[in-house]
């Protein structure tokens, strides 16, 4: 069974959430899947992921961070706004309050205090960022992770910093979604210590998973392999899946799942079940 709540954060934002095997709470083990940039909770995969972790006796959270576009409608962009305001130091705030809101009871009273972390692309990094910070973390799942959040060009950082923002297209939705330059300078301003996701892993010392597709076009393979190659090989293990992208052969609307995804699904299980328990 599942259940949506509206969490409130410190900063009165709201967090859209869906809580997955909600009869589950008491005794197991908490999975928070983290969605990433023009992500969200209700975007394809999503939900599969919490009912097929929730089948399995978890407790699952998805949620959206407050900034991420999506409002009351749950798979439109309607807050544009938002997503132009947002940040990642915000994203890593929000999903540590999740965790403490879990922690503290707001879902129900639980007498299991480890938690898992799944974070797809962008959610990837902010997981690991806030991973590193967060003892409550027992274990953490990076899917197609990003690697680094500085992606752009000394000539695309000049001309963002001088308009005040870009302009990405959204191929999906045909949308215009505008970025503000206060994420560019968070990212600047912490690229080197809080917003280091290479210096994260490398100080992770708990169970890590990293699962790649072979023929990712938006972070390439060989980005991950790097972030393994500082990572503690004796907690960390990585996996690539071939002949497959950045969503795993996964769409929007979701159309089912595939052996390419089941696999990383599966993966992902195994890892949880031996390093939660």
């Known amino acids: 069974m599942n259940k949506d709540f509206v969490l409130l954060t410190g900063k009165n934002n709201q967090l859209r959430i869906t809580a997955f095997g909600i009869e589950n709470i008491k005794n197991a083990f908490c999975i928070i899947f983290v969605h990433g940039f023009k992500g969200f909770k209700d975007w394809g995969f999503g939900p599969y992921c919490g009912r097929f972790f929730a089948d399995k006796s978890y407790f699952v959270l998805t949620f959206n961070f407050s900034h991420n576009g999506i409002g009351e409608n749950s798979t439109e962009f309607t807050e544009l706004n938002k997503f132009a305001e947002n940040t990642i130091s915000l994203e890593i705030s929000e999903l540590s309050e999740l965790i403490d809101a879990y922690l503290n009871g707001y879902f129900g009273?639980?007498?299991?205090?480890?938690?898992?972390?799944?974070?797809?692309s962008r959610g990837g990094g902010v997981s690991i960022l806030?991973?590193?910070?967060?003892?409550?973390?027992?274990?953490?799942?990076l899917w197609s992770s990003v690697t680094d959040f500085d992606r752009y060009t000394n000539r695309q950082k000049e001309e963002w910093k001088k308009r005040g923002y870009i302009e990405i297209l959204n191929t999906r939705t045909k949308q215009k979604m505008k970025i503000n330059k206060s994420f560019l300078e968070d990212i600047e301003r912490n690229k080197e210590d809080i917003l280091n996701i290479k210096k994260s892993v490398s100080e992770f010392n708990r169970p890590l998973l990293m699962i790649h597709g072979e023929q990712d076009l938006t972070i390439p393979v060989k980005e991950v392999y790097q972030l393994y190659e500082v990572s503690d090989?004796?907690?960390t293990e990585i996996f690539s899946i071939p002949h497959t992208g950045h969503t795993?052969?996964?769409?929007?609307?979701?159309?089912?799942?595939?052996?390419?995804?089941?696999?990383?699904?599966n993966k992902t299980f195994d890892f949880f079940q031996k390093n939660l328990n």
């Open 130 to 141: 806030t991973a590193r910070n967060k003892n409550s973390i027992n274990s953490a799942a």
């Open 109 to 120: 009273k639980t007498e299991n205090n480890k938690i898992g972390l799944i974070g797809h």
């Open 233 to 235: 090989k004796s907690k």
């Open 248 to 265: 795993f052969d996964v769409q929007h609307p979701f159309n089912g799942s595939n052996p390419k995804f089941d696999l990383v699904l």
